[in-house]
């Protein structure tokens, strides 16, 4: 206590001591000009440290010494610094070899430790689906006629015709086949006679009305011989029993005898309107595969008759293929890359669908052409993505194009000399060199190029031209003092000014795609992380490639060597005043004068805040959806069967199939029953349930002395499905078992190691029924606790689980990014209200960006999911650089809005004109990924300009933070002064001198000021005592002398 009472006598004794009882002595001058800044005792946290981080003039200055310094160096040695950047840019480039691409949706959309991503692995790893599955959809005006169904057999033909050049595989080798179950009745019972023996011996227009219920009655539901008859002499006949190629088509009712021979050709060409609606409706049977069978399905856009169920017209009619691949083959070669599908398929089986693919889209000309043809192969997908995922290079070198012209006429000027044609091509060129540099450096990590990669070129050079419009407005910005400097020097200025502010939004760009990188879809990761590389590289190469060839441009304007011919001097040269005004610096002259105004300030508030009130509305009304088939040109074959089938087969909900592996059976009978009936059961999200134990259970009524079937013991459930499975009714599901060894007719079933059923959800209304559906769907199966491995799998079901992590992620990344890009702007821009001001602009941004997207059509998927993260970045740099700009100017708050605006205006206008510049082109693409891009960033570049070109100066000019210079005055304070030995006084007064007398130049005259209190209190006296000290000594800093 003792000791701090001295201590604050000797305080006071100082502030009250007059002036001239100080002297200033030549010893112990101190060697720092600043007094150190002492802190209270306590733990040195987090928050402190960015305090004090985001506050310290010492930081402030660090980084910008550097840049003046990499300024200086890189205009020094600018020779060196482009054989270095060259030398960088190869060492990316050497990993181009690598480059692969990668199409499979269910790689790229699909995360990895998803379910359907598991399951998937786990089949294919386990027992690889062999089925292909090719579909035709015909439509027209009405494809019951005469025509439309000649024109599908010749299609029909045409598929068995194929023959592939290399190696010779046909249809019937690459089919899925199934028995054409040809039993007569005279095989069993000569005494009964099938119901089609008596239809093809009559004429059924001219009987058909008479016949009458004689009709029905006779034509009953055919025998089923299996009952009876198994496996004695039943097995011998079906043994013996062709196969047929599985195809689904309504000519199955012209077939005869389960084929189409010479009298099929006859029926069907000279078939009439009449008769094909009679078939269609009345004879559910085919005569290919000789089953019971319902037509209806095939069609689309069905029209009724009177009394609403018979057909009499229909606009559209299915053509399905059943293929079968050789996965041992598939395994081998580790699927097909002579496409680049890298999908898992055989190349014989590659070579076969890429000939039918040729033929049916051939068929599109076949007459009649109104009749049009819809084409969907099993491999289409993986070949039209493979073809399109390095498109639109000619919008790339036009948009170069675009670009190159705009930023020489910003960069320059309209004389002979000042134009940059020849530095702005070398910005550009860093540019490209960044875009090969990430493309060649992540393929040495193996990291896969997707569709989504196509745009690359077009973000980054949209991004990265902002840099040369920022650094090109400091050196123009310098000034007069620094005018008469050496090049080099003025180079170093013009970085020091530059690169604080292309640090700030380069980083930000940077962060917003790691954190978007660290997302679960494979497909955004890889896109994220070859962007951040590539807005890594291009910030290294504007700051020293483009940064050199700009200085060494500048040798040649003040040179006065001409801007196209560097060789020809301009003697005696003037520039014209055309030339010499800036006409957008004086635009935002003009436009600072106005937006201080208070009626603007409110008009523009009341506009912001209605817009804002717009885009949250937009926000609320946005939707979430994802599908993989708009990656497809919309002009594509398959993305036109997409269409259609959504057209005319709207009321199909996604169908799903059930792999069921390694159940004991007969044991798990009752959960397998358990779940159909819940299955049955869930009507509301189910349409319809297809399986092989539905089936078993009616063919189980024929024999009641084996009792329940859920009590039966394993050898009788074994011989009855054996003899099930080869009965009329169960042979469709044969094919849908997998054994430990073949099944054989008469012998009980092996072991059951796979089983397949399906079934069909309801149509619903986007994921907000779809994802509640599949979750209850995976719980019925999930619930019953196999034995083995019970799983559901659909197509749907993939962009469906994508469509349920999407928002969290979406969610997760924007928060991430945005707390990332607070604390790099709060510590690059070395201020926490400035953060704060410029984070706000951000989220308003962003929230005016995701509003509209609902406006413009736009879903939230998985692109529109990563375009928003990347925005962010984006955002951030026409904040930030107005913020940085306020801060480097003293003054008023409106004055330094006024100077802010007029400084790097421009430069930040320009900069967002040049990205929009950049995609402009992909405005008229098709491409999901083109538009979704063209759109999202255009509304960045709209509303990112508004808000830091308008809103932003507004908030500063009433709430901004005082400026770098003020700060400093007022934040290096002692907590103590001790004047002791003269160690606390500046080098810069004069020694043996009292302070009096270095003071007195400056007092006024007449003025009473005897003691440092009375100095302190006249803070006049001590800013022009601070002035008239640094211009006399003609130094760059200023004087401190604590409270004092």
């Given at each position: 206590m003792r000791a701090s009472e001295e201590k604050e006598n000797n305080d006071n004794s100082l502030e009250t001591k007059p002036l001239q009882d100080f002297v200033v002595t030549v010893n112990n001058l101190p060697k720092k000009q600043f007094p150190e800044v002492t802190t209270t005792g306590g733990k040195f946290g987090l928050v402190k440290f960015l305090l004090f981080i985001s506050s310290s003039n010492k930081h402030v200055a660090l980084f910008e010494n550097f840049f003046r310094w990499e300024g200086e160096f890189v205009s020094r040695h600018a020779i060196k610094v482009l054989f270095g950047c060259i030398l960088f840019t190869f060492i990316g480039l050497g990993g181009l070899p690598m480059l692969h691409t990668e199409n499979n949706a269910i790689k790229l959309w699909i995360p990895q430790d998803s379910d359907f991503a598991v399951n998937y692995a786990w089949l294919w790893s386990t027992y690889p689906p062999e089925f292909r599955r090719h579909t035709v959809i015909l439509h027209g005006d009405d494809v019951l006629t005469p025509e439309a169904l000649q024109k599908m057999y010749k299609i029909y033909k045409s598929i068995k015709a194929i023959e592939t050049p290399e190696y010779k595989k046909t249809w019937s080798d690459s089919c899925f086949r199934r028995p054409v179950l040809k039993l007569s009745s005279n095989m069993f019972e000569p005494q009964e006679r099938r119901k089609r023996d008596l239809f093809d011996d009559m004429n059924f227009e001219d009987e058909m009305e008479s016949f009458g219920d004689e009709f029905e009655k006779e034509f009953e539901k055919p025998a089923d011989y299996s009952i009876k008859h198994y496996p004695s002499p039943y097995c011998e006949m079906v043994e013996s029993l062709p196969t047929a190629c599985f195809e689904e088509t309504i000519l199955e009712l012209w077939a005869i005898a389960g084929e189409f021979n010479e009298e099929s050709d006859s029926q069907i060409a000279n078939i009439t309107k009449s008769e094909i609606v009679e078939k269609v409706n009345n004879w559910g049977y085919s005569e290919l595969f000789l089953t019971e069978k319902d037509f209806k399905p095939l069609l689309g856009g069905v029209t009724y008759g009177a009394d609403n169920k018979t057909i009499i017209k229909a606009r559209a009619v299915k053509m399905e293929w059943m293929g079968r691949m050789n996965t041992t083959a598939a395994l081998l070669e580790g699927g097909s890359d002579t496409a680049g599908t890298g999908e898992l398929l055989d190349s014989e089986t590659a070579e076969f669908e890429k000939e039918m693919i040729r033929v049916l889209l051939e068929a599109k000309e076949i007459e009649p052409t109104n009749i049009q043809v819809?084409?969907?192969?099993?491999?289409?997908?993986?070949?039209?993505?493979?073809?399109?995922?390095?498109?639109?290079?000619?919008?790339?070198?036009?948009?170069?194009?675009?670009?190159?012209?705009?930023?020489?006429?910003?960069?320059?000027?309209?004389?002979?000399?000042?134009?940059?044609?020849?530095?702005?091509?070398?910005?550009?060129?860093?540019?490209?060199?960044?875009?090969?540099?990430?493309?060649?450096?992540?393929?040495?990590?193996?990291?896969?190029?997707?569709?989504?990669?196509?745009?690359?070129?077009?973000?980054?050079?949209?991004?990265?031209?902002?840099?040369?419009?920022?650094?090109?407005?400091?050196?123009?910005?310098?000034?007069?003092?620094?005018?008469?400097?050496?090049?080099?020097?003025?180079?170093?200025?013009?970085?020091?000014?530059?690169?604080?502010?292309?640090?700030?939004?380069?980083?930000?760009?940077?962060?917003?795609?790691?954190?978007?990188?660290?997302?679960?879809?494979?497909?955004?990761?890889?896109?994220?992380?070859?962007?951040?590389?590539?807005?890594?590289?291009?910030?290294?190469?504007?700051?020293?490639?483009?940064?050199?060839?700009?200085?060494?441009?500048?040798?040649?304007?003040?040179?006065?060597?001409?801007?196209?011919?560097?060789?020809?001097?301009?003697?005696?040269?003037?520039?014209?005043?055309?030339?010499?005004?800036?006409?957008?610096?004086?635009?935002?002259?003009?436009?600072?004068?106005?937006?201080?105004?208070?009626?603007?300030?409110?008009?523009?508030?009341?506009?912001?805040?209605?817009?804002?009130?717009?885009?949250?509305?937009?926000?609320?009304?946005?939707?979430?959806?994802?599908?993989?088939?708009?990656?497809?040109?919309?002009?594509?074959?398959?993305?036109?069967?997409?269409?259609?089938?959504?057209?005319?087969?709207?009321?199909?909900?996604?169908?799903?199939?059930?792999?069921?592996?390694?159940?004991?059976?007969?044991?798990?009978?009752?959960?397998?029953?358990?779940?159909?009936?819940?299955?049955?059961?869930?009507?509301?999200?189910?349409?319809?349930?297809?399986?092989?134990?539905?089936?078993?259970l009616t063919y189980m009524e024929n024999f009641p002395d084996d009792g329940p079937v859920l009590d039966m013991t394993e050898g009788v459930f074994n011989s009855r499905l054996t003899q099930y499975l080869f009965s009329p009714t169960g042979s469709q599901y044969r094919f849908l078992f997998q054994y430990e060894e073949p099944i054989q007719c008469g012998k009980s079933a092996p072991k059951i190691q796979l089983s397949l059923m399906d079934f069909q959800h309801r149509l619903m209304d986007g994921p907000k029924e779809q994802i509640p559906a599949m979750n209850r769907a995976k719980e019925i199966f999930n619930s019953k606790n196999f034995s083995g491995i019970v799983f559901p799998m659909a197509t749907g079901y993939a962009a469906w689980e994508t469509d349920e992590i999407i928002s969290i992620e979406l969610f997760r990344n924007i928060i991430l990014a945005m707390l990332c890009i607070f604390l790099t702007t709060w510590i690059l821009l070395f201020n926490f209200v400035a953060c704060l001001q410029v984070v706000m602009c951000v989220v308003l941004t962003l929230v005016n960006v995701a509003g509209f997207m609902h406006f413009w059509e736009l879903t939230i998927d998985t692109v529109s999911s990563v375009y928003l993260i990347i925005s962010i970045g984006l955002c951030v740099d026409y904040s930030a650089h107005i913020a940085h700009a306020f801060m480097m100017c003293p003054g008023r708050r409106e004055d330094r809005v006024k100077d802010a605006l007029v400084k790097i205006g421009p430069a930040v206008l320009n900069g967002g004109f040049s990205t929009f510049l950049a995609f402009v082109l992909l405005g008229g693409s098709k491409s999901h990924v083109f538009q979704s891009f063209f759109k999202i960033f255009l509304l960045v570049v709209i509303f990112g300009l508004y808000n830091g070109l308008i809103i932003l100066p507004i908030v500063l000019s009433f709430i901004g933070p005082r400026s770098y210079k003020e700060s400093l005055k007022s934040s290096d304070k002692c907590k103590a002064t001790e004047l002791a030995n003269g160690d606390e006084l500046q080098p810069i007064i004069k020694p043996c001198k009292t302070i009096e007398d270095n003071l007195q130049p400056i007092i006024k005259p007449g003025s009473n000021i005897k003691s440092f209190s009375e100095l302190k209190d006249t803070e006049a006296s001590i800013e022009s005592a601070e002035e008239h000290l640094s211009d006399k000594l003609n130094v760059d800093k200023e004087v401190k002398n604590g409270d004092s």
């Open positions: 819809e084409v969907n192969v099993m491999s289409s997908f993986g070949q039209i993505a493979s073809a399109t995922i390095m498109t639109d290079v000619t919008n790339l070198i036009i948009g170069f194009a675009i670009v190159f012209t705009y930023v020489n006429l910003m960069l320059g000027k309209f004389n002979m000399v000042e134009q940059r044609g020849f530095v702005s091509l070398m910005g550009l060129v860093s540019v490209g060199g960044s875009i090969f540099f990430a493309y060649g450096f992540c393929s040495y990590f193996g990291l896969a190029f997707g569709p989504l990669h196509n745009i690359i070129p077009f973000l980054l050079l949209g991004i990265g031209i902002d840099d040369m419009f920022v650094a090109v407005q400091c050196f123009q910005n310098l000034p007069p003092e620094i005018q008469d400097q050496s090049l080099h020097e003025r180079m170093g200025e013009a970085m020091l000014r530059a690169g604080s502010a292309i640090t700030i939004t380069s980083l930000t760009d940077f962060l917003a795609f790691i954190i978007g990188g660290t997302t679960v879809l494979p497909a955004l990761r890889s896109f994220c992380i070859y962007c951040a590389v590539g807005i890594l590289v291009v910030y290294i190469l504007q700051a020293t490639w483009f940064f050199a060839w700009f200085s060494l441009d500048q040798r040649r304007v003040e040179a006065k060597r001409d801007g196209a011919f560097p060789c020809y001097v301009h003697k005696n040269y003037t520039p014209n005043q055309l030339s010499q005004r800036n006409i957008l610096q004086s635009c935002f002259k003009g436009l600072g004068n106005v937006i201080v105004k208070p009626l603007v300030k409110a008009s523009l508030i009341v506009t912001t805040i209605g817009l804002l009130g717009v885009s949250i509305w937009g926000n609320i009304e946005l939707r979430q959806e994802f599908n993989p088939i708009w990656f497809l040109p919309p002009e594509s074959y398959l993305a036109q069967w997409h269409q259609y089938n959504s057209k005319f087969y709207p009321s199909s909900g996604e169908k799903v199939t059930v792999f069921m592996g390694d159940l004991k059976l007969p044991e798990e009978l009752d959960k397998l029953d358990l779940m159909h009936k819940e299955l049955d059961q869930s009507t509301d999200i189910i349409s319809a349930v297809n399986s092989w134990y539905t089936g078993f």
